[in-house]
């Protein structure tokens, strides 16, 4: 099997992935593309989470550019009495402001929105956790006061300068502020029972400059290949080079670093609720990757755009990943947490059986049990034949688990239960 697709069948798989697609591309075209899980091809709108911060970015360094605004002018000189007035542009570019990570108020990546002069009203600078220039420290809340900048300076609403001065130019029709028709649904996957919960597709406001926007792996190729020098006529040469020197260790004026085997690759990762993804670039050779994907957590997105920029090989890939519809009857009440004495292990139903691992691995593998008629029998692991037996209470929930006198409990060493038995496995 082609060993990139290979990465992509062990992320969607080990991550519990819905689906999952990407490409490896250079300044020129697009080298390979590939898909996995229960998507309808490799053209599907997801959303991009973080990535939109390049934009913004580039947006900003333009308008330096034109004139319009120095990277080192405190935002208070565009956006008057706002908290954090004394934050320069470069700083809030960089994470390296001492605001604070997140606004203010309800989680803002899952509610709606509201305007600028709300967002400023919540955010006084009271939430700051360093000095200016102290430390890098992520801040979605500094891309928000960023795109209001940008609206004060240009005339026009972040939103429509995304659309007239980079989407158009380059031809990226599938990217847009909300989801087109037949948009990716975005799922958060259970940790325990594998069942899926869809997620809120919100419009985030005064903060979609760090994290509205959506598109798809052809138009991450296009941006891709733009933040590799594809385009001068948009950004100037020297500019781009500038935006990917390091201000703080792995970070540059709106563009994470990350070394690779090839030199230092430029990009961003992303997440937003329901959704992941990441798009880096060596800016010297032009090659890069793109990956989308519709789920919260379960991968690194940026380890796996690398794995299809290198092409690492994958001896061992495990099966698909089917999400769980309903839990059968024989096993409700036991995904979770349990403890054998004082050792905690989580209990997953996965692609119809369940596997028992220690949280704390220490080089221990796990067990797994499938059903045979309404028994839980091991199929793997040092448990392998043992039955797992459910012992309820009267009224129906699970007290403890037994197999083969090793005991499991809710809580450690639960008075309630039977002494754990079992021995350290070798």
């Not at 605001?99 to 203010?104: C, T």
């Not at 119809?352 to 796990?366: E, M, N, Q, V, Y």
Request: aromatic share 8%; proline share 7%.
């Amino acid at each position: 099997m082609e060993r990139r697709q290979v990465c992509l069948d062990v992320a969607q798989a080990t991550g519990r992935l819905t689906s999952v697609v990407g490409a490896v591309f250079h300044r020129y075209g697009v080298v390979w593309v590939g898909s996995s899980g229960a998507c309808p091809g490799v053209a599907g709108q997801y959303r991009m989470g973080s990535i939109t911060k390049t934009f913004t970015a580039v947006l900003v360094m333009q308008a330096r550019d034109a004139g319009l605004l120095s990277l080192d002018d405190p935002i208070d000189r565009h956006l008057g009495d706002v908290g954090y007035a004394e934050a320069t542009i470069r700083q809030l570019l960089s994470h390296t402001s001492g605001a604070q990570s997140e606004p203010a108020g309800p989680w803002w990546e899952r509610s709606r929105g509201d305007d600028f002069d709300a967002l400023v009203r919540a955010n006084d600078g009271g939430g700051r956790v360093a000095g200016a220039g102290e430390f890098h420290h992520y801040s979605n809340l500094g891309y928000g006061l960023l795109g209001e900048v940008l609206a004060r300076v240009t005339g026009r609403p972040w939103r429509q300068l995304v659309h007239d001065v980079l989407l158009t130019p380059l031809g990226m029709s599938q990217t847009s502020h909300l989801p087109r028709p037949h948009a990716q649904p975005g799922w958060s996957v259970d940790h325990f029972t594998g069942i899926r919960t869809l997620e809120p597709l919100t419009s985030t406001g005064a903060m979609a400059p760090a994290g509205q926007l959506w598109s798809t792996v052809p138009d991450l190729v296009t941006w891709g290949q733009f933040l590799a020098g594809a385009r001068p006529d948009l950004l100037d040469p020297s500019t781009l080079h500038e935006m990917s020197l390091p201000v703080a260790d792995d970070y540059g004026l709106g563009l994470k670093l990350s070394a690779n085997a090839g030199g230092v690759l430029v990009g961003h990762g992303g997440s937003m609720p329901g959704f992941m993804a990441a798009l880096f670039v060596d800016p010297g050779s032009g090659i890069g990757a793109a990956v989308l994907t519709n789920a919260t957590t379960g991968i690194d997105t940026q380890q796996l755009a690398m794995d299809l920029i290198d092409g690492d090989f994958i001896d061992d890939v495990p099966d698909r990943w089917a999400p769980t519809v309903a839990l059968p009857a024989e096993v409700e009440g036991v995904p979770g947490l349990w403890f054998w004495g004082n050792s905690a292990l989580e209990a997953r139903w996965h692609n119809g059986g369940l596997d028992i691992s220690p949280l704390a691995r220490f080089g221990t593998s796990g067990d797994r049990f499938e059903l045979d008629g309404d028994r839980l029998v091991g199929v793997s692991g040092y448990h392998r034949g043992e039955t797992l037996r459910l012992h309820r209470r009267p009224d129906g929930s699970i007290g403890h688990l037994e197999v083969a006198t090793w005991i499991l409990t809710r809580t450690p060493y639960d008075p309630e239960a039977p002494i754990p038995g079992g021995h350290p496995r070798r």
